[in-house]
């Protein structure tokens, strides 16, 4: 279980459409990793799944408008359900319900639950590529898209419920929990908006022979997770990614990624990209060193070298921190067994870094390819700060904020 999510109060609306089967396994998970879920459907959703389905998921009852219309001697539903919020998802989004919220209309027990309630909303529409490419719904979209308290989630493209291929499907369970995450995080803002964030990710292969390498047990799940907190929260965002040891699509998130195997390869994408950067997370696994002699096509094994020579990789974050222009910020890690803070302290002052992660690989579910992680955040000013154990999503939003305490030019 992720602690994050134990005792949050989050109330999901479904409006009426096919990809409702995913809000149900998006409830499943939440309700799983310790969540209090409600969730409300409208008329149209209850053509396409039952509200039993949504009772037995989020083990609460799941409000329809008969309820909502039904005369009780309580409060009214729509305010103790808007008041009992942190935060309101409606996925999926249909046109109709769209064209609702963006003039502000309530007419059902949804729409009267957004204008009762003062909690962020986040919208995740489903539709036919046509109609989501229609003119008003595109108006409405954008009507949205200026409300600050609407989080306008994008759609995925792929094929449709109708056969076609296109853009309008919605995003899957697992994107829409992170999205949710970030705006339970940060109360519905969007603090990273117009920062353009650069993030290394996995570790470098080098060479031997056509099929044999030197590298590392980086998984990427670190980068990958600093890079979807930054997007959620408003970042524009470029990941530079070695080999990846889990799954990972950028689309959902609006990641430009880019793929490298090698430290040159790295160094050159860095080279490209950094200088557009406003904050560098140099979380990627570098090696030390590399065959000094790549050997072409399948060495047989009896060929092998006996002693491999080697030589150094150069210090790629130490040669963009000689270059960085003024307001630009770099961030490193220092995966360290025993007490990392006295190396971690000193590879800071090396690489003229602003900032590192010290993250210890010799305790449980720490390190590479845990889903979890730990250690000490350590400012170029300041004390370090203990960063205790959490899972890597979790830790990346922390270390976000750590990032905002910094004497960052940039942020109002």
Known sequence: MDPFWSGRRLLIGVSGGIAAYKTAALVSALVQQGAELKVVLTKAAEHFISPLTFATLSRQPAFTDAAFWQA????????ELGEWAEALLIAPLSANTLGKLAHGLADNLLTNVVLASRCPVAVAPAMNTQMWKAEKVAEN?????QDPRFWALPTASGRLACDAVGEGRMLEPEALQEYVRALLWTGGKKDWQGKRVLVTAGGTREPIDAVRFIGNPASGRMGVALAVAA???GATVTLVH????IPFE????GIRAIRVETAAQLEAALQAEFPQADLLWMAAA?????PSQVYAGKLPKADLPQMLPLEPIPDLVAALARNKRPGQRLIGFAAQSGDPLPPAREKLRQ???????ANPIDQPDSGFGSSHNQGYWIPQQGSPERIPLATKPTLAHRLLDLARQLELGYFS
């Open 72 to 79: 009780t001697r309580g409060r009214p539903l729509h305010i």
């Open 250 to 253: 950028p689309e959902p998130f």
């Open 141 to 145: 979209w954008q009507r949205l898209h």
């Open 231 to 233: 997007a959620c929260r």
């Open 242 to 245: 070695g080999p990846l040891g």
């Open 286 to 290: 570098v090696g030390d060193v590399r």
């Open 351 to 357: 690489k003229g870094l602003d900032a590192i992660v």
